[in-house]
């Protein structure tokens, strides 16, 4: 069965975006981003929900352009030709090998489709979808130096979880990784 891996950055008082939206904090240094990469490796499937995915669609496609860093130069392609599902009532259509799905119980028949491990990439509230109906099997947290002092927090209220601590790692002597399993 495939495994659903939620990949998130967070400040250090546990925010994903700051209080008026922004995202301008996170930094993904060369280790960071090896890290990264190395995460798309083992999926085959990108999930989002509709506010992130309304991002990473308006970046992505043309990122070497706007941004021509080492992390652009080699996740841009791979995110073009990598399918993707996004979780959402309200997007109506997707560009870019990408299905929408309206309901967090369809990913149980996806997850037991042949492929690779499906990767989540911020989207707190699909998260705390799928942490509901046990449907994340990994948690990879990268922690930044950065207090932003509000925002969207990177869990909503789910009930309580059991997570097993699997790995922490520093990243270019600035970010930390919190690496939970589901018990």
């Not at 309206?102 to 699909?126: C, F, H, M, Q, Y």
């Amino acid at each position: 069965m495939r495994k659903i891996m939620y990949y998130v950055h967070q400040s250090l008082d546990g925010f994903i975006e700051g209080p008026n939206g922004e995202f301008d904090w996170a930094e993904l240094g060369p280790e960071l981003g090896a890290y990264s990469m190395g995460l798309t490796e083992r999926a085959d499937l990108f999930l989002y929900g509709r506010t992130v995915w309304n991002m990473m669609s308006s970046y992505w496609p043309n990122a070497e352009a706007m941004n021509p860093d080492q992390h652009a130069i080699e996740f841009a392609p791979v995110w073009r030709r990598t399918s993707k599902i996004v979780l959402s009532t309200t997007l109506q259509s997707a560009e870019w090998n990408t299905r929408i799905i309206r309901s967090a119980d369809e990913l149980k028949a996806i997850k037991n489709e042949p492929g690779k491990d499906i990767l989540l990439t911020g989207s707190s509230s699909v998260a705390a979808a799928l942490t509901s109906r046990g449907l994340l099997d990994e948690y990879h947290v990268i922690v930044h130096p950065v207090v932003l002092g509000g925002g969207k927090p990177v869990y909503q209220p789910t009930g309580r979880q059991t997570l097993r601590l699997v790995d922490s790692q520093t990243f270019d002597n600035r970010t930390v990784l919190l690496r939970h399993d589901l018990v």
